[in-house]
């Protein structure tokens, strides 16, 4: 193999294991951040100061800004999070972000093997799943440093390749070159921590001097902001196809940088000679990696500080570049909340499951009230209604299914995160019990009374009351999931018993009046349907009851749910 391919092939195959290492740790660290995690996601809704740190911690932990950026973006785009809120978290992320390059700026070559060895035993010997996520963080921080330093290793000989030194000096006395240059690495590589990291390591070789990098500080800053700038590419892709609030939060971020950049492109020597100036003094190829992570993250400072005080300024520039358009009416066919490009983040996609899970409730308490006003009104085209509602709730429970199947093939759920899903699954399905057997009652009814045999005004009076009854069970069954255990669960109970002692007194009832000839005998079996529909749909009402009994409620996937400004 020729020595140009060797360089090639060590390069890209020590970048490979970074990203891999880089990957592992973030899903690791998730694992074993656990309710944290969650934690962090709950100070999103606060306010916009506490978006900036959530934004950096959750970016810290998923070792990616391009990651956090995607969420912040979901959340927008599921109307969970408001587009200034949106915005500060960006901010943040791009502190958060700057975390990787520091770590890196720390000389642990010697130990690269230590840690390695080290997490692969805990990982390998523990049973606990936390523990075990420790370790695998360990094996993942190792194999990181581990594709850094085989990166160094084959970057060594282009130092004393004329033809590369040459192409250097031109990109670090250009610094229009050295952006462009670091946009389009970033753009390829789609990971900024990854190619500050190759920049980092390159700008760490020395020059002919020995001493003297060959790239220099004032080099390494202009293609830094590159990579700033190439970085926003992932969040404007996770935008296409989402909602004009989602993609002004892509454009924020783009603007963020590309503002930052034409700003520090004009300072860039003065600005080397600041970070300089406050970072550890020593021979060049020995200090640049930690003064090219100290630029990093006082650039993201500083612009973060320049930005936060005029939000609103960034707020009005994207909805003038993105307007708002014609109102769209939801269609409850399809998901409001889900996003796939949060599947990796687990903690972020179970708190959308959740509430598309609510929404899907909150559509069936309607068709059950739908149906509660034809049998007091008599207007059966209100069951019209209905039954489009079960059509779109056919589809959308699909959706949700198909999304959580989604969400445990990718292996980032923790086992309290899977157990707490699969209640959620089960909720689903008593969920779209209701919806079913809303539509199967609203048949039975709509049936009989186009063929002219209407029931008895006594009979629907019977029918309305059950339906109030099991209405009144189903919004305490959805209270009781949304934490209001006791109360909600009593209502229940005490709320089943009446259905049942109705449904005797109804069958009673219904046999008196064919005895008297008040009601149709062909009556009977559709009017039996009806009610086994209203019995099935107590103890579905029941079964969700007991799921919350049973240490299961949608605030731990999306905690207090509230958004401020």
């Not at 930005?307 to 409850?332: A, F, S």
């Not at 689903?428 to 045999?453: F, H, P, W």
């Not at 009144?472 to 009593?490: C, I, P, R």
Request: hydrophobic fraction near 45%; proline fraction near 2%; glycine fraction near 8%.
């Amino acid at each position: 193999m020729n020595d140009t391919l060797e360089i090639l092939f060590g390069l890209f195959g020590g970048l490979a294991i970074f990203i891999f290492g880089m990957n592992l740790m973030s899903e690791c660290l998730q694992k074993a951040a656990g309710e944290r995690m969650k934690q962090i996601l709950g100070l999103l809704t606060r306010n916009r100061l506490m978006g900036v740190l959530a934004g950096a911690l959750v970016t810290a932990v998923l070792q990616s800004s391009s990651a956090t950026t995607v969420m912040a973006i979901g959340f927008v785009s599921a109307g969970l999070m408001t587009l200034p809120q949106a915005i500060s978290i960006i901010f943040g992320a791009n502190i958060g972000t700057t975390i990787t390059a520091q770590i890196i700026a720390f000389k642990i070559t010697d130990y690269i093997y230590v840690f390695i060895f080290a997490g692969f035993i805990i990982s390998f010997v523990c049973k606990r799943e936390r523990i075990k996520n420790i370790g695998m963080t360990l094996f993942a921080f190792g194999l990181l440093f581990l594709g850094i330093e085989t990166m160094g290793d084959v970057m060594k000989p282009l130092a004393s390749s004329p033809v590369f030194t040459d192409m250097i000096a031109k990109v670090a006395d250009i610094p229009v070159l050295g952006v462009a240059v670091g946009t389009l690495m970033t753009l390829v590589v789609q990971s900024s921590s990854a190619t500050i990291a190759v920049l980092q390591n390159f700008a760490s070789q020395a020059g002919v001097d020995g001493v003297t990098s060959i790239l220099g500080l004032t080099g390494a800053i202009p293609i830094l902001l590159g990579d700033n700038i190439g970085t926003t590419i992932t969040a404007l892709l996770a935008s296409v196809g989402q909602s004009k609030d989602a993609k002004r939060t892509a454009v924020a971020h783009s603007l963020f940088n590309i503002s930052g950049a034409l700003l520090f492109i004009w300072f860039v020597k003065p600005y080397a000679a600041l970070i300089q100036y406050i970072s550890p003094a020593g021979a060049e190829v020995e200090v640049i990696s930690r003064q090219i992570a100290n630029a990093h993250t006082i650039f993201n400072i500083t612009m973060t500080l320049l930005w936060i005080p005029i939000l609103n300024v960034m707020v009005k520039i994207v909805m003038k570049l993105i307007p708002d358009g014609k109102l769209e009416q939801e269609d409850p066919a399809k998901p409001v909340y889900l996003d796939k490009n949060v599947l990796s983040q687990p903690a972020a996609a179970l708190n959308l499951v959740a509430k598309e899970t609510l929404r899907c409730g909150e559509i069936v308490r309607m068709m059950l009230l739908d149906v509660q006003g034809t049998v007091k009104s008599g207007d059966t085209e209100i069951l019209s209604t209905v039954r489009e509602y079960g059509q779109a709730m056919d589809s959308l429970q699909m959706e949700i299914n198909d999304y959580l199947v989604d969400l445990f093939s990718n292996g980032v759920l923790t086992e309290q995160q899977a157990t707490q899903t699969a209640k959620l699954m089960y909720v689903l399905s008593d969920v779209e019990r209701m919806g079913n057997l809303s539509v199967e009652m609203a048949d039975t009814i709509q049936e009989k009374l186009d063929n002219g045999y209407p029931y008895s005004q006594e009979a629907m009076d019977d029918l309305e009351n059950s339906l109030k009854q099991i209405e009144k069970m189903y919004k305490n069954a959805l209270a009781a999931l949304m934490g209001e255990n006791d109360s909600a669960l009593k209502k229940i109970i005490k709320h089943k018993d009446e259905v049942l002692d109705l449904d005797i007194k109804m069958r009673k009832s219904h046999m008196q009046r064919v005895t008297e000839g008040k009601c149709q005998k062909s009556l009977t079996a559709p009017f039996t349907k009806i009610l086994h529909c209203i019995d099935r749909m107590g103890n579905s009402c029941v079964n969700l009851a007991e799921v919350a009994l049973n240490q299961m409620n949608f605030e731990y996937f999306i905690g207090d749910g509230n958004n401020h400004n």
